[in-house]
């Protein structure tokens, strides 16, 4: 008889390859005021967070949809006042909409569906996630760009899609719940509703 060590089982699911993929921008969701978090010792303020998710419009999974990759982003102003340069959603919009990118941040809907170069790369857990400021650039003069396979969306926390809301992993969830101003959004007063009448 012989006793053999255990294969670990990977909880990683099916990974995009590592490097920069044609992609458009298919999601934007409120993340809302997150709260601040120690970090290798050093604290990490809390901020205002947007979810940007992107489909590898030409990168398809086994069962044939493509694959999706999500960064997060502040959502602040212009630029940064201490470095003056700008930040990571402007860089975002200048990317996808050029020279109109200033509409793109006063009205991120427009950004939806536009096509852009996304690199992707593990973080320490294995997950394939979009990371700096360089990892989303245009996509070059005249390319054609695979349409959207899946509904473009944008989730506002004041104007709460509740059916949107309901496709979000319980992780998602919970993450749009821990914002410090959630209590005082539409989204809460709509889940106290719903958790009453249930």
Not at 17 to 22: D, K, M, P, Y
């Given at each position: 008889m012989t006793l053999a060590a255990r294969k670990t089982e990977s909880t990683v699911?099916?990974?995009?390859?590592?490097?920069?993929?044609?992609?458009?921008?298919?999601?934007?969701?409120e993340m809302g005021h997150q709260p601040g978090f120690i970090y290798e010792?050093?604290?990490?303020?809390?901020e205002w967070k947007?979810?940007?998710?992107?489909?590898?419009v030409d990168h398809l999974m086994e069962d044939g949809r493509?694959?999706?990759v999500s960064e997060d982003l502040t959502n602040k102003d212009w630029?940064?006042?201490?470095?003056?340069?700008s930040c990571t959603l402007v860089a975002r919009a200048k990317s996808m909409l050029n020279e109109?990118?200033?509409?793109?941040?006063?009205?991120?809907s427009v950004l939806l569906g536009q096509a852009c170069m996304v690199s992707v790369t593990p973080n320490a857990k294995g997950y394939m996630k979009v990371k700096g400021i360089a990892a989303v650039s245009g996509v070059p003069f005249g390319m054609k760009v695979t349409e959207l396979y899946n509904t473009?969306?944008?989730?506002?926390?004041?104007?709460?899609?509740?059916e949107l809301w309901e496709t979000f992993p319980?992780?998602?969830?919970?993450?749009?719940?821990?914002?410090l101003n959630f209590p005082e959004t539409v989204l809460a007063k709509n889940l106290a509703e719903e958790n009453q009448y249930a």
């Open positions: 699911r099916e990974q995009p390859r590592q490097g920069t993929h044609v992609a458009r921008l298919l999601g934007i969701v010792g050093k604290k990490v303020e809390s947007l979810e940007f998710t992107y489909e590898l493509p694959f999706v630029e940064d006042k201490k470095t003056g340069k109109d990118y200033r509409k793109g941040v006063d009205d991120m473009p969306y944008l989730f506002n926390q004041d104007e709460p899609d509740m319980e992780f998602k969830q919970e993450r749009i719940k821990s914002a």
